[in-house]
């Protein structure tokens, strides 16, 4: 992973040959909160939540901080997430935040990053970056989305939670960065097990999938 405008590296991916099994991958899987849907003008983020994938396990690593979002957060946003005032107030901004994340997943040796929904959260983190006059080149990228549109082909896209009890995988805190991030991370864990099932067991297996005649293109490098 390069910076574009200033000299600060992080390994957010592994060089891996398409051929690797997916049971020797390991992913980070995240989640973001914001002050609203308008990251590209004035909403912001306030929280971060991720948790390290392995072996087709989540792994007892996780990842969690508060965000200074530097404006107040609406009243809406406070029901929905929990997150108040007084918890950002004293919050690390977000370019450190993003710092610490990017550390949290290089520290891991993760070879790629999973989201649900995952265009929004790296539009945040683009977002936030930019306003520092930095920017960075995507790791691998695979949206819980896309692995079930291989999977259950349909029009619809319904929020996690319908997924997970579908699924029947384990539902955490909802809207809280980290408890959302440990919803996506066991649904794409079954998720992967059922794409071997059908006999998808590779990293390549994995591209095939998320290719855009088969899903919303955001596997990349």
Known sequence: MFWKKKKMHYQLTQDKPLNTPIRD???TVFDTET???????????IEIGAVQVEGLHVTDRTFQTYVN??????ER????????????ANATDAFEAINKFYSFIESNGSDSWV?????????VLKKELLRCKYTFDEPLSIDTLDLIGFLAPSWD??????????????IFRRHSAVGDALTTAHLFVELLRFLEDRGKTTLGDLADITRPVNGSSVFHR
């Open 69 to 74: 979002p530097e404006r107040d957060i609406p």
């Open 35 to 45: 002050t609203g849907f308008a990251v590209g003008s004035t909403d912001r983020l």
């Open 25 to 27: 991958l390991s992913f």
């Open 115 to 123: 989201g649900h929904y995952l265009a929004f959260d790296v539009t």
């Open 77 to 88: 946003i406070t029901n929905l997430t929990g997150i108040t005032e007084e918890q950002v």
């Open 157 to 170: 896209m319904r929020d996690l939670q319908h997924y997970a009890l579908n699924f029947g995988t384990k």
